[in-house]
């Protein structure tokens, strides 16, 4: 196994060819190895953690199938909260219990935690020096690039609908969202109240026309 | 120690109550974690907001862990472990019950209309995110570029994007941007 805290890895390999991984036939791992296996997951996702969970568990230790991964990975979607913080409840709790969801969100969340400690207090005494101010105000201008690049993503399925589809909705959706949250300033409760609503009723009209 | 506790408990609360609202992730609360922390209660700057993104992009880890880096801010490693708990915990919960449940629900109609309800609100606010992270970022014509080199480095190549956070240090340090 590849130490998970080594430099810079490569980037995982595109998930499409784990469709013909065989359903799994190893045993459920224990507590430990659930915390050991967040933990290596965690640490080796700079950004996005999902295509190193799918690495790890479909493809090297096939503790889920690969259809079991989507349907897990679709339900901590649209469960709020951090996707991969979620994953790691539903994944520790189908595997052992609620011990196993605490030994898999330990994992996921205790090293970066300690980590991240050690860069804000580092951050707190040199965050000022000019060398790193400089390399700071770089970072945070690619940062700021990849978001854009996520939200691209995001998007090109959304507003590529077919031309038929009754869902228009949903682009005017995400544009009346940005509006009132990025530009507007309004709080995220009250939005979220009003348009969450909105768009499941239209998704949902949408669905019962074309059956 | 009185106002100490005090901010604990506003930390506390803030982020129990913002993770429930964290449609598609962490990444959808960054406008609500600046608009209360900078703009609100004063906890970080603009900058130090700036900072602690891309402190928290350069960890690995879950993109929700900037706010641990918030609560440390605002009060040291019990602030951190306090923000990261009230962050998770509440969610946790949810994720745990549901999803013991949610094998009876999957293929129900409803499902399949709230999971494609949410992802154009999730764009939204992770758009929303963007905004707010390049309004905070200090911003010359070096620091654009590098903006807009990354975003074409991620979407066009497959090229880990740690690359270019590493070529975004260098040129910071080179005293470019």
């Known amino acids: 196994m590849r130490s998970p805290a080594g430099p810079p890895v490569s980037p995982p390999a595109p998930p499409q060819h784990a469709a013909n991984v065989p359903a799994a036939a190893v045993p459920a791992p224990s507590i430990v190895e659930l915390f050991l296996a967040f933990a290596a997951i965690s640490l080796s996702g700079f950004g996005g953690v999902l295509a190193w969970a799918r690495r790890i568990m479909v493809e090297r230790r096939r503790w889920f199938t690969a259809e079991e991964f989507n349907e897990a990975f679709a339900l901590c979607a649209f469960l709020p909260g951090g996707n991969m913080v979620n994953f790691a409840v539903i994944f520790g709790s189908r595997m052992r219990g609620p011990l196993g969801a605490l030994a898999a969100l330990a994992g996921l969340l205790g090293p970066p935690m300690i980590l991240i400690i050690a860069v804000g207090a580092l951050y707190a005494h040199y965050g000022d020096l000019p060398a790193l101010r400089r390399m700071l105000t770089g970072v945070a201008a690619a940062a700021a690039g990849l978001m854009i690049a996520t939200v691209a993503k995001m998007a090109r399925p959304l507003f590529r609908l077919p031309s038929k589809n009754p869902a228009m909705i949903a682009p005017l959706v995400a544009v009346a969202t940005f509006v009132a949250i990025g530009i507007l300033h309004w709080p995220l409760p009250l939005v979220l109240l009003v348009i969450v609503p909105v768009s499941i009723g239209a998704a949902f009209r949408n669905i019962e026309v074309r059956r | ?177």
């Open chain 2, 1 to 177: 120690m009185k106002s100490e506790s005090g901010s604990l408990v506003t930390l506390a609360a803030f982020f129990a109550v913002t993770s429930l609202f964290a449609v598609g992730g962490g990444n959808s609360v960054i406008p609500e974690m600046h608009r209360y922390a900078v703009d609100v209660q004063h906890w970080l700057t603009g900058r130090q907001f700036a900072d602690s993104f891309a402190l928290a992009q350069l960890t690995p880890g879950p993109n929700l862990i900037i706010v641990t880096l918030i609560g440390y801010h605002v009060a040291g490693i019990v602030g951190a472990v306090v923000a990261t708990l009230a962050m998770c915990g509440p969610t946790s919960m949810l994720a745990f019950i549901v999803g013991r449940a949610s094998e009876r629900f999957t293929g129900a109609a409803w499902h399949g209309a709230l999971t494609r309800g949410l992802v154009p609100v999730t764009l939204g606010l992770t758009a929303a995110s963007a905004t707010v992270i390049v309004s905070v970022a200090d911003y010359n014509w070096v620091a654009a570029a590098i903006t807009l080199a990354t975003a074409c480095i991620a979407l066009f190549m497959r090229v880990h994007p740690l690359w270019a956070f590493a070529a975004a240090a260098l040129l910071g340090l080179a005293g470019l941007v």
